[in-house]
């Protein structure tokens, strides 16, 4: 095999494995030489080595991805856990305020009765009114 063209392979293999840099192409009495250095006499014929790519790893966008999957989960658990409490919040308040709507009447009522009864049946009608008011300062005190 020809020195010449060894010497190039060799240069070639080296210039890849390195960062880009300038090799040489010498043509002289018919003989190509490959360099790092410029041509002491002859043709010459400047090649530029690219760099090689950047090494990239395929696997990080696949993790980036799985990571923003299960993040994106947990964020819509947390919101189902946040809608359902809110809901069951809601739903006791309003229960709270049909009760106390159910107190108010109650005590309406008992009043009324008290109002109207007779001399025989005013005491037990003035206790009922007023043990349904106490109810309901007790169950609603607003």
């Known amino acids: 095999m020809n020195k010449a063209l060894i010497f ?37 014929q400047i090649l530029a080595v690219p760099e090689p790519p950047p090494a990239v790893d395929k696997g990080a966008a696949t993790r980036q991805d799985r990571v923003a999957s299960q993040l994106e989960f947990v964020r819509k658990q947390q919101e189902q856990r946040e809608d359902a409490a809110r809901a069951r919040g809601s ?15 109650d005590q309406k009522w008992a009043a009324e009765d008290a109002a109207g009864a007779n001399d025989k049946t005013r005491d037990a009608a003035q206790l009922r009114a007023h043990r349904a008011a106490e109810k309901l300062a007790a169950a609603c005190p607003n």
């Open 8 to 44: 190039a392979a060799a240069t070639l293999l080296a210039a890849g494995s390195a960062s880009a840099q300038t090799v040489y192409k010498c043509v002289k009495d018919g003989q190509t030489s490959y360099s790092e250095t410029p041509c002491a006499a002859g043709q010459l």
């Open 91 to 105: 739903n006791q308040l309003e229960a709270r305020e049909k009760h106390c709507a159910q107190l108010r009447l």
